[in-house]
């Protein structure tokens, strides 16, 4: 028997960098008895651990102080996994300090590299009798996508990593995919995020973890394969009051030798001073949001129509927002407006967003969606921690 857990986006910034900078233990609260139950800890470590100079990109850039890693070593997490769109947020000398921090403290890690064959490379887990290969991806914004030549993360390329999956069965007890996508801070995924893990379900995947929303979603099982679209934010600090923003969940995972998998979701709210268990209360409140953002999830249609809850909801005020903020940020710093505008025409979960939406736009479809999809979208975007 062994069980995992799986952390999501965790960035020593903001007002959790002291916390975790002199206090790791006590940021966890009621958390870390639970999490040092586990045999083997996973995190996406969403942040560089260096003070090399900051990029310019289409969104917010960020590092964490090295001294931070006690966040980690704390737990402690075994593995930190790199495919997300902030590892190199200070270019290729920010990845090399952080791979340096992790390597000092003994803390594994896949999902980028020194070029597109390391990226590639998935996380060996060997542990209680089993083996377990955790595969990596990203949608690699800003052009921060490996190549053969140049570090990065692994990009977007399901089809080669479903090829992958298929060959790794014979190598593995168990194959875990853990992907860096969607449409940051909505109730449901993007239906190209849906349509990429049933792909990679049917190749063979074990078990399927989405982040990057920023807020929880829900899941499905593609056969027997469970899938979660985004467990939301972890140790990842947000200056907002919107509730969603501030739950999250991690996975418990249960492996055995007879090719058993049972996965818990575990919930948490993320406040001032870290992160802490929900009551009994909270928590049955949160499973019932879970199981009312799973339900449209389990079959093509009705998935999509979530997703077009999502365009339905922000309609055409919202491109209109956006490109007003893209222009706006032009004129101020047009290297800054140019990466805005570039990663809406080839990042997935934007160029996406702009192509449904645009299209319905055009054809007169944009409002058309479920009332209680978008009612849920609505609830998601106004929602607000109570005081």
């Not at 999490?35 to 560089?48: G, M, T």
């Not at 270019?91 to 020194?114: C, M, P, Q, R, W």
């Not at 849906?194 to 807020?215: N, R, T």
């Amino acid at each position: 028997m062994l069980k995992i857990a799986f952390c999501a986006d965790f960035a020593p910034i903001r007002k959790f960098a002291p916390l975790l900078e002199t206090a790791p233990e006590a940021f966890y609260h009621d958390l870390l008895p639970e999490l040092r139950r586990c045999d083997y800890k996973i995190v996406n470590l969403e942040a560089p651990l260096s003070a090399a100079k900051l990029i310019v990109k289409s969104g917010a850039a960020f590092a964490g102080n090295a001294n931070c890693v006690g966040g980690l070593t704390c737990v402690p997490f075994d593995a930190a996994l790199l495919a997300n769109n902030h590892t190199f947020d200070c270019g290729e000398a920010g990845f090399s300090d952080t791979v340096k921090v992790l390597e000092a403290n003994h803390i594994a890690y896949a999902g980028a590299g020194e070029d597109l064959a390391a990226a590639r490379k998935a996380l060996v887990i060997e542990k209680n009798g089993l083996r377990i290969g955790v595969f990596s991806l990203s949608e690699g914004e800003d052009e921060k996508g490996a190549t053969p030549v140049s570090a990065g993360v692994r990009p977007w390329e399901v089809d080669l990593l479903a090829d992958e999956i298929a060959a790794a069965k014979e190598k593995f007890d168990f194959v875990i995919v853990s992907a860096h996508c969607g449409l940051e801070y909505q109730p449901y995924p993007s239906f190209y995020v849906w349509e990429a893990f049933q792909k990679l379900a049917a190749a063979g995947a074990d078990l399927i973890v989405g982040h990057h929303p920023h807020v929880p979603q829900g899941m499905n099982r593609f056969g027997q394969t469970p899938v979660f679209f985004s467990l939301g934010n972890f140790g990842f600090y947000q200056p907002t009051d919107l509730f969603y923003r501030k739950i999250g969940y991690y996975l418990e995972i249960e492996l055995d030798g007879k090719a058993q998998l049972r996965v818990k979701p575990v919930p948490y709210r993320i406040a001032d001073d870290g992160l802490h268990l929900l009551t009994a209360e909270e928590s049955a409140s949160f499973f019932h949001l879970f199981d009312a953002l799973s339900r449209p999830l389990g079959e093509e249609k009705t998935a999509r129509e979530a997703w077009h809850a999502v365009l339905a909801y922000h309609r055409e005020a919202g491109f209109e927002e956006e490109l007003k903020r893209i222009l706006e940020a032009w004129k101020i710093a047009p290297a800054k407006g140019a990466a805005m505008l570039r990663n809406r025409v080839l990042c997935m979960q934007h160029c996406t967003q702009w192509r449904d939406g645009l299209s319905r736009i055009v054809d007169g479809t944009i409002g058309d969606a479920p009332a209680e999809y978008v009612d849920m979208v609505r609830h998601y975007h106004t929602r607000k921690v109570e005081k």
